[in-house]
Each structure stands twice: as structure tokens, then as C-alpha cells.
T-cell receptor, first 115, second 112 residues
Framework: EAQVTQNPRYLITVTGKKLTVTCSQN?????MSWYRQDPGLGLRQIYY???????DKGDVPEGYKVSRKEKRNFPLILESPSPNQTSLYFC??????????????FGPGTRLTVL | AQSVTQLGSHVSVSEGALVLLRCNYS??????LFWYVQYPNQGLQLLLK??????LVKGINGFEAEFKKSETSFHLTKPSAHMSDAAEYFC??????????FGTGTSLTVIP
């Protein structure tokens, strides 16, 4: 089944404790992206990747890191989480790079709470 | 700068009534436009997209949207609402770059 998977689905952590949210897609997509969803703000793009070893900042990259060492994986890293990073996070992928009309396929989301 | 504006964070319609969800974009260059739907506790899925091929775009589940350049709008409509349409709807734009911009979302409630 073609899908985007994220782990964990739910995470409660404390300020300053490094964490990684994994994202994996099995569709051989080139483009992958991370978003955060907050009430009243919609989805905002954190980072995106055009292909392996190619990443770039979205609208709200502060406090986040990403890497794309393999085509299928695009982990989101919070080196020192803070309470303002409490949010619902979505990973998405599409066949080709954005700028085309390709459909983005979204993962099920990761709900992160930072105390 | 906000690239996409969704008017109305909450919309309620009666079952069988017309659904109209509004989206306006800010761009001097006609962008690519998308409508996504998010059902409770799920990720987003594509309803339809505008690719400049046709101004009236038909999507899944009976939804359609019309691109109006003069009004910089891409409103989503459905002639007859079903209970299963209750969800959050997001308009999104890609302005020929690698970034996507989403609206703040409209929560649709369908009243039986």
C-alpha cells in the first residue's frame, strides 16, 4: 500500500530533550516536506527536500533540523524542544519537486507536546 | 506575507444544502491552487487542484472549484452537502517555487 508513515504518532517530552520524528514513504517520491499545524494558523511549512541531500527552509524552520540521506526517509529533528513547538506535525511527499502540480500525500500526523 | 486567505473559519450548512468555502490568493502570477480535506484525526488528502488547464476543476466526492483570475479566487463548492462532508478544508497555493502555502482552514459542519 502506498503510504507515508510517521513515528511516533504521539509524543510528550520535556523542554530541552532532543527528539526525532521519523517520516518514511514507499512511493519513490523525490519531494518531501514537513509541516506543523496550529489552531488558527493552518499548516506552515518547516522544511522541504527536493531529493537526497537537498533540503531547504520553509516558512518556520527555527528550532528544527532535517536530513535526507535516503530517498524514502526524511526525519525531523528537534535538538532542544521548547513549549512553543507543541503542535501537530505532518510529513508529506510528492513524486516530483514542488513547482509542478503533483499531489502531496500526507502522513497521519504526530502530536507533540513539550512541557 | 499571507498568500492564501480563507474567509470563514467555521461554516455550517444543512444536509442537502449548497456548500461554499471561500479561498482567495495573493499573487500577480497565477499560481497552482489546491484544496485539501482533513477528516478528524487524519492527515490531509487532495480534493482537487488547478493546473491552468481549465478554470472549472472537478474533484472527488462531488466537489468542484472555479479559478477566477479577476477575483483572485478559488472557491470550493458542492451542490448538496452530506453528513460525511464534515471536515476541515484547506486551500493551498504553490507559486512556481518549491514552497507550499496553506490557508488557515475552514471547519465544515453539516447539520442533519
Amino acid at each position: 500500500e502506498a503510504q507515508v508513515t510517521q513515528n511516533p504518532r504521539y509524543l510528550i517530552t520535556v523542554t530541552g530533550k532532543k527528539l526525532t520524528v521519523t517520516c518514511s514513504q514507499n512511493m519513490n517520491h523525490e519531494y518531501m516536506s514537513w509541516y506543523r499545524q496550529d489552531p488558527g494558523l493552518g499548516l506552515r511549512q518547516i522544511y522541504y527536500s527536493m531529493n537526497v541531500e537537498v533540503t531547504d527552509k520553509g516558512d518556520v524552520p527555527e528550532g528544527y533540523k532535517v536530513s535526507r540521506k535516503e530517498k524514502r526517509n526524511f526525519p525531523l529533528i528537534l535538538e532542544s524542544p521548547s513549549p512553543n513547538q507543541t503542535s501537530l506535525y505532518f510529513c508529506a511527499s510528492s513524486l516530483l519537486a514542488a513547482g509542478s502540480t503533483d499531489t502531496q500525500y500526507f502522513g497521519p500526523g504526530t502530536r507533540l507536546t513539550v512541557l | 506575507a499571507q498568500s492564501v486567505t480563507q474567509l470563514g473559519s467555521h461554516v455550517s450548512v444543512s444536509e442537502g444544502a449548497l456548500v461554499l468555502l471561500r479561498c482567495n490568493y495573493s499573487s500577480s502570477v497565477p499560481p497552482y491552487l489546491f484544496w485539501y480535506v482533513q477528516y478528524p484525526n487524519q492527515g490531509l488528502q487532495l480534493l482537487l487542484k488547478y493546473t491552468s488547464a481549465a478554470t472549472l476543476v472537478k474533484g472527488i466526492n462531488g466537489f468542484e472549484a472555479e479559478f477566477k483570475k479577476s477575483e483572485t479566487s478559488f472557491h470550493l463548492t458542492k451542490p448538496s452537502a452530506h453528513m460525511s462532508d464534515a471536515a476541515e478544508y484547506f486551500c493551498a497555493v504553490n507559486r512556481l517555487s518549491n514552497q507550499f502555502y496553506f490557508g488557515t482552514g475552514t471547519s465544515l459542519t453539516v447539520i442533519p
